[in-house]
């Protein structure tokens, strides 16, 4: 029996991974979304059921699970160089003249590849399967982001086909611009700050705790460089078609030139047509294509002699300022916008531009009626990066930041280490008013029905609502009078409303917004007091020993709750019948046995799934690495525990304990 079930989930497997391939690599699905979903459901089923079967590579790992709060430090294999750069023909140039010396033929032909821009990352492969992860680090060592990288789905876990036996391939962890922009739409949503550029969030992401937030992102990997003992094909260029052809995203932009005009040909294209990619490039990179060739040219000590990056030119123009504008935030954070003469900046026409800070403004000196360089780097929303003085008018004047709220004209504020200015005026001051409330009904939060960011607005024009608990007191015959409002849509929000009395405990926390009470911390903060009362009980000292709670968030739990006017929103939520209790089922099961200790699970159970034996671990105050290190108190091991682990805890002195073992200490 257990065979025929291996047999099939084999299958499932290797089916879901190649249409995950189709899906992501090659962007030609065979199959429905709600097809693949069925399967996916069909094979975690039998895993389930079938925990002995488990496999870290299958495809329903995607979906991340794993929480890291010390990523382990990883020695690479083979030494992660850097790229010497180049930024005119010239300097191209002499990179060919000293690879002509070096070499005996001058026969040399290149692989032209675009500089991906990103994170870097190697990926070790044994025996045609995914073992681990690394960050670049400073290139000798770097950190071990396995569980967070397996979500990305465009990477394979498993290979479709025969490749090299043990191999490194290395690429670039990348945000695809539409990805990234639906990102920072979500975010401005419930009132967080954009995220300044894609480059920033993608290696921001590889370095999150929690894996299932990984899994969230719409991440790609790039890959550019298969790294072996002597590789069994002729050059860089066959290496990379035969990894794309088991499953390796290596993008179709990559060309063999056979000569350097030929390379600045190639430059030439892409300095122009570089805005139509889906993903952010910063220049190409240039590498001999035979691996004969490039064996001989070796390494200096910090780069490959056979490779070189060509760096674009940033796209800059120049045009006035018109205008500096600010911006209030949800939290009342104050940021300084110019507003610009529209000018065409690769390929979009430019009116706004950041100015970040007070600091920023008069370290450049900039003044309206400037003429200012405008950039767009890796950025997405564009810089000032200077001011053509010799056309700065003559009755120009410093800019002068300013004082009070633009908003509610409360003065400013500016503390110690902190770049921003802010509003103090938390409860008078409208734009953070509306932005609290748009944050309690957004989706993560209280996730309210037929509530928007401009109804919200809207009501708070209208005198009908001052804070969040004054939703519960809304009456359809209010709402219908309000613009494009009908019947319907009153009742919509009405019932949203209602059945948001059902959200839990946790993201009722999440949902109050607390500054710096995230998602997560909401959850910990959630489960170690139980109700909200236990909390508002709380001191300091107690909050910062809560598991990974720190100084920062204790403060402003703090604050927030000594503040009387979110004693009284509470106290009018609490009536209104809002959970701010753990319910009783998620109760149950939760002790503090645990707690302190951290446990490392290996090998497959018996009578315990994986996923439950983790969830057992948290819900009884234990925390779960996936990596052996000094911190380890306890390795929870079933059978087939892996001899690489086993030796690593043995070393350690860390103890081994059985499934039934650790069901006791519980
Ligand atoms: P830099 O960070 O400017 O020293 O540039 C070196 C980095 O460029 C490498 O570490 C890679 O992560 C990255 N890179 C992006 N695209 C490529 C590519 N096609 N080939 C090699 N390296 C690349
Ligand atoms: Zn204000």
Known sequence: MSEVIKHKIDALRKELHQHNSNYYVLDAPSISDYEFDLKLQELQYLENQYPQFFDPNSPTQRVGGDIVKNFETVVHKNRMYSLANSYSKDELQDWESRIHKILDQNQVSYTCELKYDGAS?????ERGKLLRAETRGDGVQGDDVTANVRTIKSIPLVLSDDFIQDFEIRGEIILPLDGFNAMNKDRVEIGEDAYSNPRNTASGSLKLQDSTEVAKRPLDCLLYQVVGQKLPFDSHFETLMKAKKVGFNIPNTIKVCQNIDAVFEFINVWDKKRHELPYETDGVVIKVNDLQQ??????????????IAY???????????NEITYQVGRTGAITPVANLESVQLAGTIVKRASLHNADQISKLDIRVGDTVFVEKGGEIIPKIVGVDLEKRPQNSEPTKYISHCPDCDTELVRTEGDAKHFCPNEYGCPTQITGRIQHFISRKAMNIDGLGAETIELLFKEGLINNYADLYDLKVAQIIPLERMADKSAQNIIDGLLKSKEIPFEKVLFALGIRFVGETVAKKLARHYKSIDKLILSNFEALVNVDEIGEVIAKSVIDFFNDLSNIQIIDKLKQKGLQFEMSQASQENQ?????GLTFVVSGVFEKITRPELKKSIEDNGGKVSTSISKKTNYIVAGDNMGPSKQAKAESLGITIISEDQFLKMI
Not at 296 to 302: H, N, P, Q, S
Not at 591 to 595: A, P, R, S, W
Request: charged fraction near 25%; proline fraction near 3%.
């Open 591 to 595: 002790t503090d046995k645990l707690v």
């Open 121 to 125: 990352i190697n990926l070790v492969y």
């Open 311 to 321: 760096k674009f030119k940033a796209e800059q123009v120049s045009t006035i300022l």
């Open 294 to 307: 490039q064996a001989e040219l070796g390494f200096t000590a910090k780069a490959p002699r056979w490779a």
